[in-house]
């Protein structure tokens, strides 16, 4: 795997792993109704689901792709369009204020974990992500040095963005400010997905 190709696949997984979507918004209300270590917790529960998913895909989902070509043809159709059907909703929900949950008290450090982990695994754009994304991008009979580095860089992206979000939202200046914004940051990030998906869902 050559340096270029490693540097594609990190871009392209932190523009998916810091897109609006279940794990950011999990981050963003823990970190608001619960504090800044909860959302820590959560982020580590976030990243560790991540590697999974990819683990999923470089071993098992790719070598069904390279035995039916087409079938990995229509999953990486399948994942262009699942990524503009969030990018629609983000844009049309974009003006709904963010929940808020005050009156939660901080859950424990396992329990914040498993949340993390849980909310991974339940969300749907992770699996199509690595499933037809992610593993289109390393190329067939790439050394393990180099598959070990590619799960270190998912687990430090996904832990990196919901971790940015959980300090962003454990403070009220911040919160109130991207309450203010919500509507334009929002349509920003799902317009942004929305043209990656039609470049995934074309090529």
């Avoid at 990819?54 to 792709?65: E, I, Q, S, Y």
Wanted: glycine share 8%; aromatic share 12%; proline share 4%.
């Amino acid at each position: 795997m050559a340096l270029s190709a490693f540097l594609a696949a990190w871009g392209l997984h932190l523009v998916a792993a810091a897109s609006p979507g279940p794990a950011i918004l999990m981050s963003a209300r823990l970190a608001v109704s619960e504090g800044l270590r909860t959302g820590f917790w959560l982020a580590m529960g976030i990243a560790l689901g991540a590697v999974f998913w990819a683990v999923a895909a470089l071993t098992g989902l790719a070598l069904l792709f390279s035995l039916a070509p087409a079938l990995f043809w229509g999953f990486k159709l399948a994942g262009g369009l699942f990524l503009i059907w969030i990018a629609f909703n983000m844009w049309r929900h974009a003006a709904v204020p963010l929940a808020e949950e005050t009156s939660a008290l901080p859950r424990s450090a396992l329990s914040a974990l498993w949340l993390g982990l849980a909310t991974q695994f339940a969300n749907p754009k992770a699996a199509v992500f690595f499933g037809a994304v992610f593993v289109g991008t390393v190329p067939p009979g790439t050394a393990l040095p180099w598959i070990c580095a590619l799960l270190a860089m998912v687990f430090v992206n996904e832990a990196a963005c919901n971790l940015f979000i959980a300090r962003l939202f454990s403070f009220e200046r911040s919160r109130r400010a991207y309450a203010r914004l919500k509507t334009v940051i929002d349509r920003a990030f799902g317009g942004m997905l929305a043209l990656l998906g039609l470049k995934i869902a074309a090529t």
